[in-house]
């Protein structure tokens, strides 16, 4: 079996963010009795204890820090240590108004929330540095220190300042990027609207202005904090590698929230020593499923991971923070924790252990609801507990994907920005989307950057690359003369790294590859379609897309350019790559990508699942593997499956029926 990803804690870990601070010492105990009782091995303290940490400069608190982790203890839950740096207290932001953050319209920020503060400010950065440090000496040698949670969830809520330390770093940044101002007024296209800088002081953060903005000026300062936040965290990282080597530390990401550039963050944060943590939230109002939604999340946490990954929160049942907090009925909790086990997850875990009683997030469900364990939620933990224990021989196993969507952030970024040919040409939801049409048809799909390493894959599809640098395409291009098929959603390929639209023809960095040639774009009005002569529906975008070197494979049939090319292919070496010049419908899209899954080889994971079945594997590397079965459906589902179900201890053999709403995990005997 491979190295557990938390060493100790064999298995799968199963707990939750642990706020004590908030109860009164008496609360504890039956805290620590309610976890052993319920399975938890696994608890995050200390996030948002800075207050209580320090509560004046310099003078430190321990002794009800010391309380809480030998009780835990001695119940053996081990400890997942936060540096608590995500909330600076009243005093620090009180005595230094300059570490609270700046908005663009130049109004700075106060406290009385949380995650008050400048990621560039010196003195943020070192008061956070001294407090980890301080922690470093007194738990680092606690036998039930587990690993370090280095701040939370980076850029939640602040992810870039704009106040004068900002842009004194910004510039600094833009020198080491640029060279000198020839370099900058070059890349930023300065040459347009008079905005040609002659002195670095000039060069300010994309502040507010009266109309648009430059747009790489916008895009070098979403990277630029992007960074800022990094070095946040590699400082915090650095210091507790060096004073605690054998304890690994992460920091929790949120692979929806896309205000930091995640590849960037996942070279620091995977390697000996770290582990990659992230957060998930079904959202509501999110156009996906709840169930697609937490396979792009686990997909991507895998993806940015390579390998096992921490589930580090999610929900039991309602949060708090969005329009209609909706509950989670009977056996979503269990069907969502193992969505993400099935997808690499080593655990499962959740904000919070006890819902707290005051405060913002009073709502917010949690392991131990308001209604206390014997509730609903309480029963379905419990229940989940056990299922974890089951399933321990399952840690370090590697889930198998056979197709991969690419995802840039900088791309992404660059293609949201305003001014566009259409606003409706999203990027991030558009990977969602065809993430899902692979998920429905029950494809693994992994996430991976236009320069990654792709001849693993017998499918990739790139839906939204408008930012392509000449490394990425040229990696494209190597990958389908390698043997491999790809398929590219419109407006991919049409700048460079600097966001300048490559020269003709478009789209300039994909043009050879797909045997394309485009002129014009034609975007549809809102909520409008145009017919295919294939049968499929394309909505968004259409534009004047010349087959120079391809097969055209449908035409429009109406909308505003008919009988003009909307689906390609070409050949390339061993290769095909298809070229879809409008977006199609999820409908059409869904049926075209099953096709191509099945008839490359990339899945799905069980050819004949019900619909609403679930399907996704992890293997060890010495070669067991495992088969996690979630039935999303109203009705028992029937699949083909050889070996003893996890969760029961029942023998699969031949077929195995998964009960509406249920789960089950078979250990196989015929991989
Ligand atoms: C996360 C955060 C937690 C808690 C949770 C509520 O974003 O890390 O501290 O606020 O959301 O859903």
Redesign the pocket.
């Known amino acids: 079996m491979a190295r557990p990803l938390v060493p100790r804690v064999p298995g799968l870990c199963f707990g939750g963010?642990y706020n004590p601070e908030q109860w009164p010492e008496e609360v504890w105990a039956e805290d620590v009795a309610l976890m052993k009782a319920a399975g938890v091995n696994l608890v995050s303290i200390g996030?948002f204890s800075w207050a209580w940490l320090e509560p004046a400069e310099g003078a430190y608190e321990f002794g009800w820090l010391d309380r809480v982790i030998d009780g835990l203890h001695a119940g053996g839950v081990a400890v997942d240590l936060a540096t608590a740096s995500a909330s600076p207290p009243p005093w620090f932001s009180h005595a230094y108004p300059d570490t609270l953050p700046v908005d663009a319209g130049g109004r700075r920020l106060t406290y009385g929330s949380r995650q008050a503060y400048c990621p560039s400010s010196p003195r943020y950065r070192a008061a956070a540095l001294r407090l980890a440090e301080q922690l470093a000496h007194r738990y680092g040698e606690h036998p039930a220190l587990a690993m370090w949670h280095v701040n939370?969830?980076y850029g939640?809520h602040i992810w870039s300042c704009y106040c004068e330390v900002s842009a004194d770093a910004f510039r600094g940044w833009l020198r080491a990027r640029y060279g000198d101002l020839d370099g900058l007024n070059h890349a930023w296209g300065t040459a347009f609207w008079s905005q040609r800088y002659t002195d670095w002081a000039q060069v300010q953060p994309p502040r507010a202005t009266p109309t648009w903005g430059n747009p790489t000026q916008a895009l070098d300062f979403k990277a630029f904090s992007s960074d800022e936040l990094l070095a946040c965290f590699t400082a915090e990282r650095d210091l507790l590698r060096r004073l605690t080597p054998d304890i690994p530390v992460t920091t929790?990401l949120?692979p929806g929230h896309a205000v930091l550039d995640q590849w960037a963050w996942a070279r620091e944060m995977t390697g000996p020593g770290l582990l990659l943590s992230a957060?998930h939230?079904i959202v509501a109002e999110n156009p996906l499923p709840g169930p697609a939604q937490v396979a792009v999340a686990a997909d991507m946490s895998r993806s940015l991971a390579g390998g096992p990954w921490l589930l580090m929160?999610h929900?039991t049942s309602a949060?708090?923070?969005q329009p209609r907090n909706l509950a989670k009925p009977p056996g979503q909790l269990i069907r969502d924790s193992l969505g993400h086990v099935a997808r690499g997850s080593d655990g499962a875990m959740f904000?919070q252990w006890r819902a707290s009683r005051a405060g913002a997030?009073k709502w917010?469900s949690a392991m131990v609801p308001h209604a206390g364990v014997e509730s609903k939620v309480g029963r379905e933990v419990a229940e989940l507990g056990r299922h974890l224990a089951a399933l321990g021989e399952v840690a370090g196993s590697v889930t198998e994907a056979g197709a991969a969507v690419l995802l840039d952030f900088r791309s992404a970024w660059a293609q949201e920005a305003p001014s566009q040919p259409s606003g409706d040409m999203t990027a991030f939801q558009e990977v969602g989307r065809w993430h899902a049409a692979l998920y429905a048809a029950g494809v693994t799909t992994d996430v991976a950057p236009p320069e990654a390493d792709l001849g693993r894959y017998p499918l990739v599809v790139a839906p939204a690359l408008y930012l392509l640098t000449d490394a990425g395409a040229a990696n494209l291009s190597r990958y389908v003369a390698g043997g491999g098929t790809l398929v590219v959603g419109p407006y991919s390929g049409m700048v460079d790294e600097h966001d300048h639209i490559r020269p003709a023809p478009l789209p300039g960095a994909l043009s050879g590859l797909l045997g394309v040639a485009v002129e014009e774009f034609f975007p549809l009005p809102a909520g409008a379609t145009v017919r295919l002569d294939n049968g499929a529906v394309g909505q968004v975008w259409t534009e004047v897309a010349a087959a120079v070197d391809a097969t055209v494979v449908a035409r429009y049939l109406d909308g505003p350019l008919p009988g003009l090319p909307a689906l390609t292919r070409r050949a390339e070496g061993a290769g095909t790559v298809w070229y879809a010049a409008t977006r199609l419908a999820d409908g059409p899209l869904g049926e075209f990508l099953a096709d191509l899954a099945g008839s490359t080889g990339a899945g799905p994971v069980l050819p004949e699942a019900p619909p609403g079945l679930e399907a996704v594997r992890r293997r060890q590397p010495g070669g067991q593997s495992y088969l996690f079965l979630l039935n999303h459906g109203d009705e028992p589902a029937r699949v083909a499956a050889d070996g003893v179900e996890l969760l029961t201890g029942a023998q699969a053999r031949g077929t195995l029926e998964v009960a509406a709403g249920g789960v089950a995990v078979v250990r196989e005997v015929h991989p």
Do not use: G
């Open positions: 963010d996030i939370n969830e939640c929790n949120m957060d939230y929160e929900s949060v708090n923070w904000f997030e917010h």
